[in-house]
């Protein structure tokens, strides 16, 4: 049951480019992008609240970034836990986006409740559609990821973030922000990342040889700019869920109010960071970090490798792919630090101690 690999997660991290590509091929048909009825209409949208916990709420807080970028549309993700409490003011022509594997979560239930009456559409995307985060929304779209039962999420969060950009682009060419010719560039992107991710899978035996480094490691540093940055805090969520080691994701521009203050030769620094815009930024948040003595890991391109020269401690080289897509392939190094730098410490990965698949108690 777990295809000739040692652990759940292994299995699952290395399924991705087939599922994602079951996923893109269900949801994007001849016509374009295909919606199970009753569809969604984003013309009648000004904003979406988008609440989730743990990896599914990264997924949307990287999906908040499209949204804005793609869409116009001004977007807030909370955590479900936070949200639910709050009270939130939910505004006329509001759309509710709840992201959940099991659809199972009890405090992400209970922040749909909330919006129920409240918010114009409730929309899921959810792996179980039989659950009843999917059954209590009036749009549940499957991410088609097949189970999961590693407790680390993983091929969850590359499909919810497929599904996700599915529909910012979605709402770009029904809001007018975004060009047929645009979201057919997007579009043709998407379907390329099945292919990108076998190439990424195969940088597994340089990762495993730098996660036994990491292993000895107290406490690691993500950081990330952009979409990235939630990316950033996926890949410390992933780290210390399964290999107990402290890990905190930062945006690369918050480094120097407050955690440089934790780097020394002991703190490894891993920066995601493909070659884009905000590059040149990320390269100078290395420095601070090797003045200090600290050990940067960079994850980027061949471009960004090449542009940020000596001076780090490694660098994965991953496909080049368009910035905007870049979270996506760039959670699979994310994963595979996590899961061998688990396997170097010998800790139980399918597993981890004081965590379960689904939280169904708040
Ligand atoms: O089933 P859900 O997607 O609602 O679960 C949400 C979180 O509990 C989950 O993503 C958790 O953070 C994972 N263990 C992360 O790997």
Redesign the pocket.
């Known amino acids: 049951e777990k295809g000739g690999h040692r652990h759940f997660m292994a299995k699952e991290i290395a399924e991705q480019p087939v599922v994602l590509a079951d996923a893109i091929a269900h949801y994007l048909q001849d016509s374009g992008i295909t919606l199970p009825e009753p569809g969604l209409d984003f013309t009648q949208i000004d904003r979406i609240t988008m609440v ?5 709420f990264y997924a949307c807080h990287v999906a908040k970034y499209w949204f804005e970028q793609i869409a116009r549309l001004p977007v807030e993700a909370d955590i479900a836990s936070e949200f639910r409490y709050r009270e939130p003011p939910i505004p006329a022509r509001s759309m509710a986006l709840f ?7 009890a405090d ?1 239930l209970a922040a749909l409740r909330y919006t129920e009456g409240k918010a114009d559409r409730i929309v899921s995307v959810v792996n179980v559609l039989e659950s009843s985060i999917a059954r209590g929304s009036d749009l549940p779209l499957p991410i088609l990821a097949g189970a999961e039962i590693g ?3 993983t091929k ?1 969060f590359t499909c919810q973030l497929t599904v996700l950009f599915l529909l910012a682009i979605k709402a770009g060419l029904d809001r007018g922000t975004l060009t047929e010719a645009e979201a057919e560039a997007h579009l043709a992107t998407l379907r390329n990342l099945p292919g990108l991710m076998n190439h990424a899978l195969q940088t597994a035996p340089e990762i495993e040889r730098v996660a036994k480094e990491l292993a000895e490691a107290r406490d690691i540093l993500f950081l990330g700019r952009g979409a990235m940055y939630p990316l950033a805090m996926e890949g410390a ?2 780290l210390k ?1 399964i290999s107990y080691i402290h890990a905190e994701g930062y945006a690369s521009g918050e480094l120097k109010h407050g955690p440089i203050a934790l780097v020394d030769k002991t703190v490894p620094v891993v920066v995601l960071a493909p070659s884009d815009a905000l590059f040149d930024k990320t390269v100078s948040n290395m420095q601070e970090v090797m003045a200090r003595g600290g050990k940067v890991l960079l994850v980027t391109d061949a471009e960004g490798a090449h542009a940020a020269r000596e001076g780090t401690w490694r660098t994965l080289v991953m496909p080049g792919v368009p910035p905007i897509l870049a979270p996506i392939l760039y959670a699979l190094p994310a994963q595979l630090l996590a899961y061998h730098t688990a396997i170097a410490k010998g800790t139980d990965v399918d597993q981890p101690r004081n ?1 379960a ?3 169904t108690v708040e």
């Open positions: 989730a916990c743990g990896t599914a992201v959940s594997q099991s659809g199972e979560t992400t407790v680390a999420s969850a969520l992933k869920e965590l698949k689904s939280v």
